[in-house]
């Protein structure tokens, strides 16, 4: 076998990392759980969430695949052979290929309205009509599935490449794109007439949702998510990084960037919502139905920013996609020897053809409900709500308790600082109670 690869650059993995990290989740996702979690009581949970879960469990995954130097299973078998740990990772690579199965999904739609925002078919729909207009568009027997196989082919072609010339190479590209277009809508954002009152709903401190428990599950959940945490997402990409990098910097710059973003995102979107006199609390259909339809009163303007707005929307998704799919290549080429090549393509067609039925179950011929909900949501809420998490949660029992102390102080350039004290008992107590709380909670609230 030849060495394995590694990133040209420290900066090509922390862009990779941050690519990874900034998707779907802050803009689509982070910006319906704020709305429903009532604005400003769940950014205040969630930042709590990423500073006291998310970033110690993050630094604890680039430990474990820079010290490790493989793929999410064979970094835990590596550094704890023939122990259960592993078990962590093959969550991982599990979660990373299911979320990926849906997420393709959801990303196809995403493209589809930049497709349709450039020809202005979405721009000309009528007020009111933008419900219908969506949910022609995903009950169509092949419309959603054809937009979901077009995102996985780009998604493959990149990964096809490998580390530099594929992953890194894109990442350069993408990230400043992303970064240009967040801070110019946000600012434009910023200059409409509801801007007044997103920022109030984003920021005017309000304690009585803090009580509610299903705001900090929301805020927990959305934490993983957003991190990339606990599919191997991290351990994958940290495992191609060499051994003098340091990991406590990078944690904090992804950590930084990613929740940035997000609150870039909510600055763009709220105006607008608000601005129309719109609903933020919609739901999962918020940047499908309630931006198009503001959009769409807007008039030209309106369409374009909603081209650009799904374009860093699209962009944003492929580069979380491509981390996702290279979690199970990364695999699948030690597990079988396989070329990248091989492993791409095969893990590629599997998960693109495991997503079909995601595609076709809302509203198209697959929409029948299993346990209560279409397929796509299912798979949406068993990753989110449990998979993650547990994942997460060995990741972090691993490094806390299970890896000899000094060792890991040592890989993390952490030994004898407060903060590296900090952060193991953080991964030993804090993050571990944190996610057991949240996940039997989500299971009493699904089932009891
Ligand atoms: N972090 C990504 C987002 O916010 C989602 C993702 C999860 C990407 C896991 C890769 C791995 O959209
Ligand atoms: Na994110």
Redesign the pocket.
Known sequence: MQGREQWATRLGFILAAVG???????IW??SYVLGEGGGFAFLLAYIICIFLIGLPVLLAEITVGRKGQSDAVGSFNKLAPGKWWKLGGILGVLS?TL?LSF?GVIAGWVMYYVYSYLTGSAGSVAEGEYGAYFEGFVGSPIAPVFWQVLFMAIVIGVVYFGIKKGIELANRTFMPLLALLVIVLAIYGLTMEGAGEALNFMFAPDFAQLGNMEVWGMAIGQAF?????G?G?MITYASYLPKETKLPSAAGTIVTL?TLFAIFAGLMIFPIVFTFGLDPGDGPGLIFITLPEAFGQWGTGGTIFGLFFFLLVAV??LS??I??LE?GVSWAMRRFEWSRKKATLTAGIIITAFGVPSALSQGGPLSQEIFGLPFLDLIDTVTDQYTLALGGMITALFVGWGWNKIEVLRETGLQDTTVGALWIWFLRIVAPIGILYIVANNFYNMFL
């Open positions: 990874s990290a900034v998707g779907l989740g802050n996702r982070f990373g979320i997420y998510f957003t991190l990339s945490l599919m997402a990613d944003a998704a979380s996609a981390s996702l979690v």
